[in-house]
Structure formats: structure tokens, C-alpha cells
């Protein structure tokens, strides 16, 4: 086995490889941009070489770098992930050139596979079924439109260089065909340099069903299907293995296509050959059809480890030092039902636009697999992929493995940008797909409803005021309860608009919340009790503010809860701190005479500063506290008393 291999790559991906070679007792390189110095797959690796910008032609695309870094720490091979140069058969050659491994197909196979009209020839040669259509050379638009008349509309235009859902374009009728033509070309030539692009008939209720093969360079075995139907604009939104529906016949056709498929051009290492199924008759094993091969580790790799128990990292490892297959196509079985749904910082009702921001709170679920490339307080950056985790789910059946994605989706936490989570537990929860009725239109069809953000009742709305006055966590609360009950005004952004909840405390851990004519009364014992029944919220409050995670994840920003304080914020007695903090200043002295309104101290707490004042006339017994001191919520800062009459 290696020494020591680099990883080209970086998120999600890098720290999956990291995992396997660390429990393979491999030593890892990592390489990074300036954006990702502090990022999460640099400090799993046992070394990290930085490699240039934040762009990626800069970084994680210039080869040479990427090599030279190997060279020097002495890895022996390098892992290339997914995306950036993973199909770049260039790189291979330089890579093997440079007397180092690639952990991967060679760099023919990748060339054979790497445009979809030559491809779909080969694939059609080797006797596995393609999509009926026109992959020919002429590009003249007329001959491309007489190619759509004699297919039969619908037809798809797709960029012969295409990847990731661009440059491919849907087209009903003749009329439509020319218009389609040259935004497909010309956003083929954006994204890939290349504007050549290929005819397909498009397919009727078309579903998405891929097959994991792996090869030693002469022989081929695959590790069944996975179904990829749940799609937005061709990107993949919830992967699942094994496919719904799925026939032993269907199932042994699909696998042995798969595998002519990488036999034909001497495969070696992962790869997946995806499939486009017509699937308006149900699945029938005359009903598939070829669309491309990916020549890596596909990002829904893990479904299929879950249900087969391979470490798909590990064989790419045994594979690319030399060993044969692991595995003999009799010795795998699938076990079970596995799903993987991919959480994006996207905003979903704005067009699923991406999203930035600094991750202020993240906690994944228990018992589901989270891969992620991120931590708390790191950032999604607007260089790369805003992927924050994809988390996986395995169980004994189909239905059992779906109320684990909803409970694992509904356990998420993650606060500070915008995503996709509330879009995720909707499609979990969606009929259709419950029943495996899923093909590539079923998002699109739904999408008014599955789009909507969810919006938090008074109930949320209370505890989120809680949380912004720091009343969330356990500690003694014994200066809430002086003369009166206390009465704070709390004010939270919720998106544009403003939340404003009156909160009382009642005795210990008791309160009362009112959000305008609603009223809650609140325990806060070993979590949540709202008027008499036990909640399974959880209120978390993080530098952006405060967040309910409560089936979905509500996030509201805070606006100064002790400015907008009314009614006796503090009345004489004890003053104390009505969330963690530090003291920047104290104003009075014992002995000291103060007015109602009187400045007492400043206390620093969620990057704000917050001054407390006294609630009415009287004479300062004890200052307990002096300022630079760290403070807990309800730690008592300074006495107060009635003045002698
Ligand atoms: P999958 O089929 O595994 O879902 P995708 O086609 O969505 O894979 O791409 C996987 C990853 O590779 C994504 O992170 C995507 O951003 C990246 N990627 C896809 N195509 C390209 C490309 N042509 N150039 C660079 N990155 C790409
Ligand atoms: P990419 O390289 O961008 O992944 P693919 O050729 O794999 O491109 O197609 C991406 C998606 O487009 C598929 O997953 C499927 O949803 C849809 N698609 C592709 N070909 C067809 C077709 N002939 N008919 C209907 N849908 C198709
Ligand atoms: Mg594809």
C-alpha cells in the first residue's frame, strides 16, 4: 500500500479520502487556496501545501503546482476527488510522467469518455443501448434542426463537452429549436470551450438510474444502482440505492451494460455509468439507455456504500497500487436502503440562488453520516462549491430509510447562512417520492410548494426571544424575580421584517411570552415546556443571532434586547446580568445615591454593548462585580437598595 498519497481537492471530498487513508494508515498531503488555509480538510491531513489563489485556475486547477507539492512531500500518488482536474486526462499524463500514481482510470479511458458524442459511438459499438439521436459532426444549425425533425420532438440539445447540467437545453417544438440551439452553444462555449453539441430524443418521464462499476483495467464488476431522479435543473438534489422498483432483470441488464461499458475501454478504478430510463411504462429492461460515464468517485458515492459495505476509497487505493478487485461480482449483495440528500447554502425561494456566509453554528445528527468539508465558524466562500454536507442514511428497508433522512434532516442544525434544509424535509415528506414514484420532473412539477419557507409560530417566536435574552441556558436566575415581574421588550429580525415579543419572568425558570395578542406560558427545564407540553426545540444563540431548531431551523437576528428594555429592566434589588458577558465598565460605587434611569455598568454580550440603568431611586449596597470581569447569565452585578425613608 502507499506511504503517503496528496489530495488534489478540497470540502467535503478531501476530508472523505482523508478518513479512509487514515484508517488505512496512509499519510495524507493536502493542498489549499488562500480561502481555504484554515479549512477543515488542512487540518485532518498530516501535511498541507499551500498552492496559490482562492480562484481555482489559480489553485485547486494548476497541475503543476499540484505535483510539484507531491514531489516534494514525497507522496507516491494523488487522489483527485471529484470536479476540478478528477477528468482531466492531461493532468493524468502529466501525473504518470512525473513518476507518481493517479488514483484513477488511465488517462485513454478518461479521453474516450470525455466528450458524449464520441462516447455514445463507442458505447453503441460495445452493444450498450444509447438515447436515439444525432451525435454527428456537422453543427451546421440547419442540419442540426433536420436531425430534430427526423428524432421527433421533444428533443434535448446537450454540449458534446457538458458536465453538471450546463449547455443542455429542452425543445418541444421546431419553432423553439433555434433559439435553444444558440443559448446551448453559446453557454457550452462558456463553460467548456467547446460549443459542439449533440441531438437526443428526450426522454418521457425520464428517470435517472446510474451504475457503480469498478475495474482493474481489464476486468469490470458494479455495485448496482443508484437512482438519481430527484433533480433540479439537472443537478442532483436526493440520491438513493437501491433504485425504487428495481427488477433482479432490469437490475442484471443495467449491471452488465455497466460493466460492457467499462471493459470497452480497459476501465480501471470508479467510475459510473449513468443511465437515462424511460420510465412512463414502469422499468423495463428494453428501456434504458446510455447517457455518460463519470471517470471518478461520484459525489452520492456513499448510498452505495452503505448498502454494499464497501469503502469505495479504499478499493480506488488497492486498485491504483496494483492489486486485482477485491471483489468478485458473486461476492456482493446489497443490503438494505440507503439515501443521501445534499444540503446546499442556497436560497431556495429566491431561485435556489448560492449563498455565502460564516457557518455561526453546526451540529450535525446522530445516526446518519455526515460528510462535510466545514466546522463551525467556517465560511462558504463564494469560490467554490457552496456544499455544506451531504448526510446519508441506511436502513433495513425503503420506508424505514426514509423516516431516518426526515429525522436525521429534521436533527440538523446549521445557522449563519441561508439553505436548502426546509427544501430538503419537504421533498423528504412528499408524497411521491415516499411511494417511489420519482422521475426527473417531479421538483420541477412541485416546485411552488416545495420552495416555501416555512415561517415560525408564536411558539418559536418566544423561545427565540428567550434565547436572545440569554435565558436558554440553565443557570440560577434568582435576580428575576424582585419585586415585580420583570418585563422585557424583545425585538428580532426575521428577514426583513421585525418580531417583537414582550417576555415576563415569572419565578425560576418560568416565563411568560407575548407575542402580540398570543400569550405562552414557558418552562425551561431539561429543555422546553410551552403551556404544559413538552417541546423538542432547541434554541441555540450564536453571533448571528439567535436560531429555533424545531423540525426546521428558524434563525432570527437580535436587536438589542436590553436597549428596547421597558418597564423596570431593573428594579432595585439585585442587578444581575441577563446574559453571559463582560463587564466593560461600572459607574457607581457602594454608598452612592442613583435616580431611576441612572447608568449602572456596560455589559458587552453578542458583540453588542448593552446598558443596564436603574428602575428606580435608591442608594447602591454592594457592587459585586468590577469591569474586565466575565460574567454568566443571572450573576448578580450589583445591589441595590431603597433609599431610608
Ligand atoms: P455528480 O454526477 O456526481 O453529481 P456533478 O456532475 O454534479 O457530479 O459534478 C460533481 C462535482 O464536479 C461538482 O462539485 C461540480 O461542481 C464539479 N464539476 C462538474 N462538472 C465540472 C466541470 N466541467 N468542471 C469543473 N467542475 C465540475
Ligand atoms: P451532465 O454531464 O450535465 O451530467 P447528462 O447527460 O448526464 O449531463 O444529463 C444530465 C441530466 O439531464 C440527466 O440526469 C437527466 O435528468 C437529464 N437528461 C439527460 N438526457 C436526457 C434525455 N435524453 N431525456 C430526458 N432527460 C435527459
Ligand atoms: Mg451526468
Redesign the pocket.
Known amino acids: 500500500m502507499f506511504r503517503k498519497i496528496l489530495i488534489a481537492n478540497r470540502g467535503e471530498i478531501a476530508c472523505r479520502v482523508i478518513d479512509t487513508c487514515r484508517r488505512m494508515g496512509v499519510a495524507t498531503v493536502a493542498v489549499y487556496s488562500d480561502a481555504d488555509a484554515g479549512a477543515r480538510h488542512v487540518a485532518m491531513a498530516d501535511q498541507a501545501v499551500h498552492i496559490g489563489g482562492p480562484a481555482p485556475k489559480d489553485s485547486y486547477l494548476r497541475g503543476d503546482a499540484i505535483i510539484a507539492a507531491a514531489l516534494e512531500t514525497g507522496a507516491q500518488a494523488i487522489h483527485p476527488g471529484y470536479g476540478f482536474l478528477s477528468e482531466n486526462p492531461m493532468f493524468v499524463d502529466a501525473v504518470v510522467a512525473s513518476g507518481l500514481v493517479f488514483i484513477g482510470p488511465s488517462a485513454d479511458a478518461i479521453r474516450a469518455m470525455g466528450l458524449?458524442d464520441a462516447a455514445k459511438a463507442l458505447m453503441h459499438n460495445a452493444g450498450v443501448p444509447v438515447?436515439p439521436?444525432y451525435h454527428g459532426d456537422n453543427q451546421d444549425p440547419e442540419h442540426l434542426a433536420g436531425a430534430a425533425d427526423t428524432i421527433g420532438y421533444p428533443v434535448?440539445i446537450?454540449a458534446v463537452a457538458?458536465?453538471?447540467?450546463?449547455?443542455?437545453r429542452?425543445v418541444d417544438a421546431p419553432q423553439g429549436f433555434a433559439d435553444a440551439l444558440a443559448s446551448a452553444m453559446g453557454e457550452a462555449a462558456t463553460a467548456f470551450g467547446n460549443d459542439a453539441v449533440l441531438i437526443?430524443?428526450?426522454?418521457e418521464k425520464?428517470r435517472?438510474i446510474e451504475v457503480q462499476v469498478f475495474g482493474d483495467g481489464t476486468r469490470a464488476v458494479h455495485l448496482f444502482e443508484r437512482d438519481?431522479?430527484l433533480?433540479r435543473r439537472?443537478q442532483?438534489v436526493i440520491e438513493e440505492a437501491p433504485a425504487p422498483g428495481m427488477t433482479t432483470k432490469m437490475r442484471e441488464a443495467m449491471g452488465s451494460a455497466a460493466v460492457r461499458a467499462a471493459e470497452a475501454i480497459g476501465y480501471s478504478g470508479a467510475g459510473t455509468v449513468?443511465f437515462?430510463v424511460d420510465a412512463s411504462d414502469g422499468l423495463r429492461d428494453d428501456r434504458f439507455?446510455f447517457?455518460?460515464m463519470?471517470t471518478r468517485l461520484q459525489v452520492e458515492h456513499p448510498v452505495t456504500e452503505a448498502i454494499t459495505g464497501v469503502d469505495l476509497v479504499e478499493w480506488q487505493l488497492r486498485v491504483a497500487v496494483g492489486d486485482p478487485l477485491p471483489a468478485t461480482q458473486a461476492d456482493l449483495t446489497i443490503t438494505g436502503h440507503a439515501f443521501e440528500a445534499r444540503l446546499y447554502a442556497e436560497d431556495v425561494p429566491a431561485g435556489f440562488l448560492p449563498a455565502t456566509g460564516r457557518l455561526a453554528h453546526l451540529a450535525f445528527p446522530d445516526d446518519a453520516r455526515a460528510d462535510t468539508g466545514v466546522r463551525t465558524g467556517d465560511v462558504i466562500s463564494p469560490w467554490y462549491d457552496p456544499m455544506i454536507a451531504k448526510l446519508i442514511v441506511h436502513g433495513p428497508t425503503r420506508a424505514i430509510a426514509l423516516r431516518k433522512l426526515e429525522a436525521a434532516l429534521a436533527g440538523m442544525q446549521v445557522a449563519g447562512t441561508v439553505t436548502n434544509l426546509a427544501f430538503l424535509r419537504k421533498l423528504a415528506g412528499h408524497h411521491g417520492f415516499a411511494a417511489g414514484d420519482v422521475d426527473?420532473g417531479l421538483i420541477g412539477r412541485d416546485l411552488a410548494e416545495l420552495a416555501n419557507a416555512p415561517i415560525p409560530c408564536s411558539r418559536t417566536r418566544s423561545l427565540a426571544a428567550l434565547g436572545a435574552m440569554g435565558l436558554d441556558v440553565a443557570t440560577p436566575l434568582q435576580g428575576f424575580n424582585l419585586w415585580s415581574p420583570m418585563r422585557q421588550t424583545v425585538q428580532l429580525g426575521l428577514g426583513d421584517a421585525v418580531v417583537t415579543v414582550v417576555v415576563e419572568a415569572l419565578n425560576r425558570g418560568r416565563f411568560r411570552a407575548n407575542v402580540g395578542e398570543t400569550v405562552h406560558e414557558i418552562t425551561r427545564a431539561d429543555g422546553w415546556i410551552i403551556d404544559g407540553a413538552r417541546v423538542p426545540a432547541v434554541v441555540v444563540r450564536h453571533d448571528a443571532g439567535v436560531s429555533v431548531f424545531w423540525g426546521n431551523g428558524y434563525h432570527f437576528t437580535v436587536i438589542d434586547p436590553l436597549d428596547v428594555a421597558v418597564e423596570g429592566a431593573v428594579a432595585v434589588g439585585r442587578i444581575v446580568a441577563p446574559m453571559p458577558g463582560l463587564v466593560k465598565a461600572v459607574f457607581v460605587t457602594p454608598g452612592q445615591e442613583v435616580a431611576q434611569g441612572d447608568r449602572l455598568a456596560v455589559l458587552e454580550a453578542m458583540k453588542m454593548e448593552h446598558t443596564l440603568t436603574a428602575g428606580r431611586d435608591g442608594i447602591v449596597a454592594e457592587v459585586l462585580v468590577a469591569a474586565g470581569a466575565q460574567v454568566a447569565a443571572g450573576d448578580a452585578l450589583i445591589v441595590l437598595e431603597e433609599q431610608a425613608p
Open positions: 458524449k438515447v439521436g434535448l446537450k457538458g458536465g453538471g447540467g450546463k449547455g443542455m429542452k437526443e430524443k428526450y426522454v425520464p435517472h438519481c431522479s433533480q439537472h442532483k449513468e437515462i439507455f447517457m455518460e463519470n426527473t
